[in-house]
Nanobody, 121 residues
Framework: QVQLVESGGGLVQPGGSLRLSCVAS????????MGWYRQAPGKERELVAA???????NYADSMKGRFTISRDNAKNTVFLQMNSLNPEDTAVYYC???????????????WGKGTLVTISS
């Protein structure tokens, strides 16, 4: 079984920063793209940022310049550095990864359970 476990969420004041981490564990042959999504109350889940195994990144427009995604392939970990946070960033942040398990021909999509980020004074 494959698991994604997020950490680093919490309560922070507007203008503050947080760093989220997500570790993938289990029966893993290869991890392709990894990414972060978020879902605010009453809204649909949306892409925050994604990163390929080679390090190419993609960001939602509203996160460009404020958020930075990175990964440590040796540790099967993806990070999200979030700066200049505002109340509109309040959401549950979910880790996502496309993972190839041993014996499989293609990768499958896996999700973490999410970590809550609350921006409030």
């Amino acid at each position: 079984q494959v698991q994604l476990v997020e950490s680093g969420g919490g309560l922070v004041q507007p203008g503050g920063s947080l760093r989220l981490s997500c570790v993938a564990s289990g029966s893993i042959f290869k991890i392709n793209a990894m990414g972060w999504y978020r879902q605010a109350p009453g809204k649909e889940r949306e892409l925050v940022a994604a990163i390929t195994s080679g390090g190419s990144t993609n960001y939602a427009d509203s996160m460009k310049g404020r958020f930075t995604i990175s990964r440590d392939n040796a540790k099967n970990t993806v990070f999200l550095q979030m700066n200049s946070l505002n109340p509109e960033d309040t959401a549950v942040y979910y880790c996502n990864a496309v993972i190839v398990i041993p014996g499989a021909y293609y990768g499958m999509n896996y999700w973490g359970k999410g970590t809550l980020v609350t921006i409030s004074s």
